[in-house]
């Protein structure tokens, strides 16, 4: 069996840390001697980087921001860290997107408002859905907002359409 070169191998690990949303976005800033000297260790492994800070901390008992410095984070990076650390294990170092996690505004009432809107007039559009949940319920939706929570709640139901 062939082996996979070096190069290749360093390819495809960064593509996969891509792929898995846990790429370092600043490997460079990372200057700890252990990531310099060591092949096991990766700055470019944004889960590795931040476990091996932390534990730099807890186990070696070296300070905090010296520590944070080496490893090309703020304080408040380190403490946000170790808060998500202490809470969800490793699985709190995995970066998480930020921003809504889902629709804050079309909810249960309001989908079935529209339900109960399409059931009455099949023809109705989106931009008079969304006069009718202002009106009923004094909440400004969008209409593209509406279409998208329709095309959700289709392909929720069985045998909907993806």
């Known amino acids: 069996m062939a082996r996979r070169n070096s ?17 370092n976005p600043h490997p460079e800033l990372v200057r700890d001697e252990a990531f310099k ?11 590795q980087v931040k476990y091996e800070m932390l534990r730099q901390v807890r186990v070696d008992g070296e300070p905090i921001a010296n520590t944070a410095d080496r490893f090309g ?26 921003g809504p996690r889902g629709p804050h505004k079309v909810t249960d009432d309001v989908m079935d408002l529209i339900q109960l809107a399409i059931d009455e007039h099949k023809d109705i559009d989106s931009a008079k859905l969304a006069q009718r949940v202002e009106r009923e319920l004094g909440l400004r939706v969008h209409r593209r907002t509406i279409e998208r929570a329709l095309l959700r ?3 929720k139901a ?3 359409n993806p």
Do not use: C, M, N
């Open 7 to 23: 190069k290749d191998s360093k390819d495809s690990k960064l593509q996969a840390l891509i792929d898995h949303g846990t790429a």
């Open 158 to 160: 069985p045998g909907g």
């Open 37 to 47: 000297q060591s092949e096991f260790f990766d700055a470019r492994d944004l889960l």
């Open 73 to 98: 984070v703020s304080r408040p990076t380190f403490y946000k860290a170790q808060t998500d650390f202490d809470r969800d294990g490793l699985a709190g170092l995995l970066p998480v997107k930020r």
């Open 153 to 155: 709640s289709k392909k």
